[in-house]
């Protein structure tokens, strides 16, 4: 059974920074295009990040541009989300996804992703 779980969600201060790693079980996810999303209450989920397999291509949602970085960990099946800079704004759960093997890595819907996990949530005080 294919899993993505992510952990390191938490409450920070504005301004602050947190890291979230996502970690994939039951297959290898290598050649996986990874993403992140979230989900603020009573609003649509959001793209966040995604990152081609090779760890080498990366987009970025505008809202998170030069203040989160995605990268990817082929040999421990792990993706991170570094987040800094942090403002209220980006309180949300935050999801993880993979897209199909093979597939690209800039993709900002959340309909080309078929693998997901069940969220953490991030809390950033104002």
């Known amino acids: 059974q294919v899993q993505l779980v992510e952990s390191g969600g938490g409450l920070v201060q504005a301004g602050g920074s947190l890291r979230l790693s996502c970690t994939a079980s039951?297959?290898?996810?290598?050649?996986?295009?990874m993403g992140w999303f979230r989900q603020a209450p009573g609003k649509e989920r959001e793209f966040v990040a995604s990152?081609?397999?090779?760890?080498?291509?990366?987009n970025y949602g505008d809202s998170v541009k030069d203040r989160f970085t995605i990268s990817k960990e082929n040999g421990q099946n792990t993706v991170y989300l570094r987040m800094s800079s942090l403002k209220a704004e980006d309180t949300a759960v935050y999801y993880c996804?993979?897209?199909?093997?093979?597939?690209?890595?800039?993709?900002?819907?959340?309909?080309?992703?078929?693998?997901w996990g069940q969220g953490t949530q991030v809390t950033v005080s104002s």
């Open positions: 996804a993979a897209r199909p093997a093979g597939a690209g890595y800039a993709a900002s819907s959340r309909n080309l992703y078929a693998y």
């Open positions: 039951g297959r290898t996810f290598s050649r996986n295009a």
């Open positions: 990152i081609s397999w090779s760890g080498f291509g990366s």
